[in-house]
């Protein structure tokens, strides 16, 4: 957002990739203007069911029944992706959480 390159971008990048990945959508799309960008849209869905905005193609049977993993991932990108650095999560938090999602997720298997 600020142009310049630290710790704090990377964390940000790392959290709209996050949710590229997950919604198979980009921030650049025509469906995001004004007011509503890719991290507001799936922050207001997630509310309802992660399953309003994550990609169809990752749903199958072994992922419908894991909500909360996929719940996690979208936190975990929503905390990246604050518009003011100092409110971002940092990349050492980042690892212990994505470490604790996959921990959960093969748990559950």
Known sequence: MEGLVSPESDVYSFGILLLETFTRKKPT???????????????????????????????????????????????????????SSSLRINMDETLVRLSKIQKNFLAND
């Open 29 to 83: 799309e025509e469906i995001f203007c004004g007011e509503i960008n890719l991290r507001s849209w799936v922050l207001e869905a997630t509310q309802r069911s992660v399953f309003d905005v994550v990609d169809e193609n990752l749903i199958n049977e072994h992922l419908y029944t894991k909500q909360e993993p996929l719940a996690s991932i979208f936190n975990l990108a929503i905390d990246c992706t604050f518009d």
